[in-house]
């Protein structure tokens, strides 16, 4: 793979403006959730990573973490299909648990709503959503999002969790992709 700065048009995101969003949205579900019992945090692999290690550190409220994947049908293009399947399940029993999904970025909205679905029927306490990265105009289904990081623009991005193809995901800004140097597949 090409170094990232080859494939760079501008960086959206830079690392201080993330962290410092990040750490006022740990203040707020901090408060949030204070007298929540059993408060668990589901990260949706793999993009959400970057973001669940940094907010975890920020919330000061006790927490468990999980992880979950789900999988678009057709993986490969960069538009969702619609379609998720479940290809990692939680290994720990959410009834009445306080539930925090955490996502990199709400596209479509399909894959959260597909989630939501599936966990609102383990009949948690309480199931909330928090991304750090909204993409509202390019939503086809409506899905409610107590917390946002960044609302951004109908823009190729990468970096922080996020891949091109895979690679990058370490970066630690949110960048956009030059599509003359990095060709859409679409
Ligand atoms: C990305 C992102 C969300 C989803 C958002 O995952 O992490 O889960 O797409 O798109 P949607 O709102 O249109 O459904 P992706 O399938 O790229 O997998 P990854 O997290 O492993 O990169």
Known sequence: MIPYRDVLKEVLIPEDVLQERIAALGREISEDYIDSKNLILICILRGGVMFLTDLMRQITVPHAIEFMAVSS?????????????????????????????????????????????????????????????????????????????????????????LDLDEYYRNLPFIGVVDLDKYPSKE
């Open 73 to 161: 049908y057709g993986a490969g293009n960069r538009e969702s299909t619609g379609q998720v399947r479940l290809t990692l399940d939680l290994n720990t029993d959410i009834y009445e648990r306080d539930v925090l999904l955490v996502e990199d970025i709400i596209d479509s909205g399909r894959t959260i709503a597909s989630v939501l679905e599936l966990l609102s029927a383990r009949r948690p306490n309480t199931l909330r959503v928090c991304t750090l990265l909204d993409k509202a105009e390019r939503r086809e289904v409506y899905v409610p999002i107590q917390y946002v990081g960044f609302s951004i623009p109908n823009e190729f991005v990468f970096g922080y969790g």
